[in-house]
């Protein structure tokens, strides 16, 4: 692969590797955040620093592969390779094998809480269960694998500036983030959990769901509900809470409940220590669940700031700032009447189209001038996430590399 970016101290060079050891490459030096030229340098450095030789690495099928590297480096390096006895392919490939082993993959960072993702507007079709199950995937891809995503600093604004011409976002492949996931079906309606192709909770005197452990009606384990989404991508990181229609009593339900601010905390309490992540797909509601859902993403006391909290699915139209008025009303009022901290995660700008014109593009201005909580995506009203939900198929799954894929993988990113 060559580098980007070469200078006058840097000299091309060219041989071979297998595939296998130069996709391994590419993934680790992503993961560690250098160039590969810098990780075969520092790999061909330490394999002619060896005392001795190395186990002989299968090299067939090589395919032509180039690099740059410092002045007189490659020059140094063939004649140890002579020295030793071994052919130029045969040294990259063991000389690439040992910056592999000196560099292993970081390991996923684990907090002491899970943070929790309240993915929420008490508008209905925003797109809040599309976002909920796109930010889900994204955090559960595999680490020690290659995704593209749409990196930009400032992607927002120059989305909303008619005189940019170019592409404001510039695609990267970068390696999955690697988080244990749980994407929990918070709305009665169960978007969620169809969309997935998953079995809904059936309503029913004898079995238990969401609402029963939040309003204490239960006799099982929470974890008994949880089905796994069974994909190579997610390996094994990604589950779901499935939904079930007797979250339409919910709120009669938790009138009566002690404290039942922390109803939905307290059912999901015992599972917590399994994941990284959380995220809850809220009914379009401004009722008590909704105030559950508000209170078990406040931020705990010894949790950092904006690690959890409110994500606002928001159109670019009128409606949805009618919308989101409200439901900042009652998390503000929450927030005072509880005396607790809770950190707006962002806004996320869903299903834009600027073809629809000023409308469109007025509504997204104003939603970036808020900048308090600031617009962290603009999700692209595409056909994607229509079809994902026909075949019932995770977004990441069906369209992996389309834009709103893409997106909400620079979403996760936005928010992590």
Request: glycine share 6%; net charge negative; aromatic share 6%.
């Given at each position: 692969?060559?580098?980007?970016?070469t200078?006058?101290?840097?000299e091309?060079?060219?041989?071979?590797?297998?595939?296998?050891?130069?996709?391994?490459?590419?993934v680790?030096?992503?993961?560690?955040?250098v160039?590969?030229q810098?990780?075969v340098?520092?790999?061909i450095a330490?394999?002619?620093?060896?005392?001795?030789?190395?186990?002989?690495?299968?090299?067939?099928g090589?395919?032509p592969?180039?690099t740059?590297?410092p002045?007189?480096?490659?020059?140094?390096?063939?004649?140890?390779?002579?020295?030793r006895?071994?052919?130029?392919?045969?040294?990259?490939a063991?000389?690439?094998?040992?910056?592999?082993?000196?560099?292993?993959?970081?390991?996923?960072?684990?907090a002491?809480?899970?943070?929790?993702?309240?993915?929420?507007n008490?508008?209905?079709?925003?797109?809040?269960?599309?976002?909920?199950?796109?930010?889900?995937e994204a955090?559960?891809?595999?680490?020690?694998?290659?995704?593209?995503?749409?990196?930009?600093?400032h992607?927002?604004?120059?989305?909303?500036?008619?005189?940019?011409?170019?592409?404001?976002?510039?695609?990267?492949?970068?390696?999955?983030?690697?988080?244990?996931?749980?994407?929990?079906?918070?709305?009665?309606?169960r978007?969620?959990?169809?969309?997935?192709?998953?079995?809904?909770i059936?309503?029913?005197?004898?079995?238990?769901?969401?609402?029963?452990?939040?309003?204490?009606?239960?006799?099982g384990?929470?974890?008994?509900?949880?089905?796994?989404?069974?994909?190579?991508?997610?390996?094994?990181r990604?589950?779901?809470?499935?939904?079930?229609?007797?979250?339409?009593?919910?709120?009669?339900?938790?009138?009566?409940?002690?404290?039942?601010?922390?109803?939905?905390?307290?059912?999901?309490?015992?599972?917590?220590?399994?994941?990284d992540?959380?995220?809850v797909?809220?009914?379009?509601?401004?009722?008590?669940?909704?105030?559950t859902?508000?209170?078990y993403?406040?931020r705990?006391?010894?949790?950092?700031?904006?690690?959890?909290?409110?994500?606002?699915?928001v159109?670019?139209?009128d409606?949805?700032?009618?919308a989101?008025?409200?439901?900042?009303?009652?998390i503000?009022d929450?927030r005072?009447?509880?005396?607790?901290?809770?950190?707006?995660?962002?806004?996320?700008?869903?299903?834009?189209?600027?073809?629809?014109?000023?409308?469109a593009?007025?509504?997204?201005?104003?939603?970036?001038?808020?900048?308090?909580?600031k617009?962290?995506?603009?999700?692209?009203?595409l056909?994607?996430?229509?079809?994902?939900?026909?075949?019932?198929?995770?977004?990441?799954s069906?369209?992996?590399?389309?834009?709103?894929a893409?997106?909400m993988?620079a979403?996760?990113r936005?928010?992590?």
């Open positions: 692969m060559s580098s980007p970016a200078s006058s101290d840097r091309k060079v060219v041989s071979k590797l297998p595939g296998w050891l130069r996709q391994n490459l590419k680790r030096a992503a993961q560690h955040g160039d590969i810098t990780a340098e520092q790999g330490a394999w002619m620093a060896l005392a001795s030789t190395r186990d002989t690495v299968d090299t067939a090589a395919d592969f180039a740059f590297l002045d007189g480096q490659w020059d140094s390096f063939r004649e140890t390779a002579s020295d006895s071994v052919s130029l392919i045969q040294g990259l063991q000389s690439v094998q040992l910056w592999l082993e000196k560099n292993p993959a970081p390991a996923v960072k684990r002491k809480h899970p943070r929790r993702r309240i993915v929420c008490q508008k209905g079709g925003v797109g809040k269960t599309a976002v909920a199950a796109g930010l889900g955090l559960a891809e595999e680490p020690d694998a290659l995704h593209p995503v749409r990196i930009s600093k992607f927002a604004a120059r989305l909303a500036d008619e005189s940019q011409t170019e592409d404001p976002l510039e695609l990267e492949d970068l390696p999955g983030l690697g988080r244990r996931t749980l994407l929990v079906d918070f709305d009665p309606q978007h969620l959990t169809k969309q997935l192709g998953q079995e809904e059936p309503m029913a005197a004898d079995v238990e769901s969401l609402s029963k452990f939040m309003t204490g009606e239960t006799t384990h929470i974890r008994d509900l949880i089905v796994p989404i069974s994909d190579d991508r997610y390996g094994g990604l589950d779901l809470l499935p939904g079930c229609q007797d979250g339409f009593l919910l709120d009669v339900a938790l009138s009566k409940v002690r404290f039942r601010e922390a109803a939905l905390e307290r059912a999901l309490a015992p599972i917590e220590p399994l994941y992540e959380i995220i797909d809220c009914p379009p509601s401004l009722g008590l669940s909704m105030d859902a508000i209170y993403g406040r705990r006391e010894d949790e950092d700031p904006g690690s959890s909290g409110p994500l606002i699915v159109q670019a139209e409606s949805s700032a009618d989101y008025d409200l439901l900042v009303t009652q503000e929450l005072d009447d509880m005396r607790v901290n809770i950190d707006y995660l962002g806004i996320v700008v869903n299903l834009y189209d600027p073809r629809r014109g000023y409308i593009t007025s509504s997204l201005e104003a939603w970036i001038d808020i900048k308090d909580p617009v962290v995506a603009v999700i692209g009203d056909t994607d996430q229509r079809k994902a939900v026909r075949v019932k198929q995770p977004l990441l069906y369209a992996p590399r389309g834009e709103q893409v997106t993988r979403l996760a936005e928010v992590s």
